[in-house]
């Protein structure tokens, strides 16, 4: 199985700035795509940032310009720098990564969601 681990999230006041991190481990032979989505509350989950096999970005429009998305594909992992943050962005982050395992099979990985809350 492939596991997907995220960290970072926390509390932070408006304004502020969090970097979330996200790592696929296990049977990898490539991965095609990876990317944040956000859940809030009674809301659906939706796509923050992405970023796919051949370097392409892509951003929600409510994070272009305030969250960086970069990859290391190495090392199967993704960092989100999330600046000028508003109560908005209030969520849990999911990180999923999906692409090919080793023995062939098409795998779509999600970890267990990391909790961000901007608050004063």
């Known amino acids: 199985q492939v596991q997907v681990v995220e960290s970072g999230g926390g509390l932070v006041q408006p304004g502020g700035s969090l970097r979330l991190s996200c790592a696929a481990s296990?049977?990898?032979?490539?991965?095609?795509?990876m990317g944040w989505y956000r859940q809030a509350p009674e809301k659906q989950r939706d796509l923050v940032a992405a970023?796919?096999?051949?370097?392409?970005?892509q951003y929600a429009d409510s994070a272009r310009g305030r969250f960086t998305i970069a990859g290391d594909n190495g090392d199967h992992a993704i960092f989100m720098q999330m600046d000028s943050l508003t109560p908005e962005d209030t969520a849990v982050y999911y990180c999923?990564?999906?692409?090919?395992?080793?023995?062939?099979?098409?795998?779509?990985?999600w970890g267990q969601g990391t909790h961000v809350i901007v608050s004063s």
């Open positions: 970023i796919t096999k051949d370097g392409s970005l």
């Open positions: 999923n990564a999906d692409g090919q395992r080793t023995d062939g099979e098409i795998f779509s990985s």
């Open positions: 296990g049977p990898i032979h490539r991965i095609s795509f």
